[in-house]
């Protein structure tokens, strides 16, 4: 079920929106403010925002400038401000679509749901063997082997990619420590396989939100690990 966040100061309208949104099977988050609307389109996995530009605390223009340094989830801008000039300049900063208020509730719909269609297949997120490989809050770009967690870029060693990458390409099934040095190392394991515990330990510090309680790569205990999507 797709996630939404709602950036909108005016309560009847983000209560509407909402409304509307969830009678659609999707799931919504509203914040009624610029600085709680950005913190929380970092931290949390979205797959669209919808953006007041008039807001409260911070100015919305500011919230999508901000949003496009390190996310390309889709934005849909909702405003009165009906001028070409307000469309143009944030059109210009990325913004995927500008729906002027008032709004029909039903267009607003159709045009989220296109939105997350089109950015679904772009960066073919239900895949595993694309270029692109997102899971979560992960997204994995095989071709350039990079990495980026909640938007943000984290640097890997190449074995710390490879065996995140091996995990994430073999979801819901657990792995002997044995198995993982052989497929990441190309060696048999004499003595060897505490190197997957440390390069898993690092992993877990660069993707985890905790750790020590790790949520993606889990230890089945006396069997080996298994990474959860």
């Not at 002027?100 to 939105?115: Q, Y």
Request: charged share 30%; glycine share 4%.
């Amino acid at each position: 079920m797709a996630k939404i966040l709602i950036i909108e100061d005016e309560i009847t309208i983000a209560e509407l929106e909402k409304d509307y949104l969830e009678n659609n099977q999707f799931l919504v988050d509203i914040c009624y403010n610029g600085e709680d609307g950005l913190n929380s389109a970092k931290t949390d996995n979205y797959d669209l925002v919808i953006l007041d530009l008039m807001l409260p605390d911070m100015d919305g223009i500011e919230v999508l400038k901000e949003l496009r340094k390190d996310n390309n989830v889709p934005i849909l801008v909702v405003s009165a401000k009906n001028t070409d000039a307000s469309k143009i300049k944030a059109l210009t900063l990325e913004a995927d679509d500008y729906i002027t208020k008032p709004f029909s509730p039903g267009e607003l719909v159709a045009r989220v749901r296109a939105h997350i269609s089109r950015y679904k297949k772009l960066t073919n997120t239900n895949q595993f063997n694309n270029e692109v490989v997102t899971v979560n809050n992960l997204k994995i770009d095989k071709s350039a082997k990079r990495i980026w967690v909640n938007g943000k870029e984290k640097s890997f060693s190449s074995k710390e990619y490879d065996l995140l990458l091996f995990f994430v390409e073999h979801p819901n099934r657990v792995f002997k420590k044995e198995e993982l040095y052989n497929t990441i190392w190309k060696m048999k394991s004499v003595g060897d396989i505490a190197t997957v515990t440390v390069h898993i330990k690092k992993i877990r510090e660069k993707i985890e939100e905790d750790s020590s309680n790790p949520k993606y790569i889990e230890n089945i205990w006396g069997v080996g690990y298994r990474f959860n999507a």
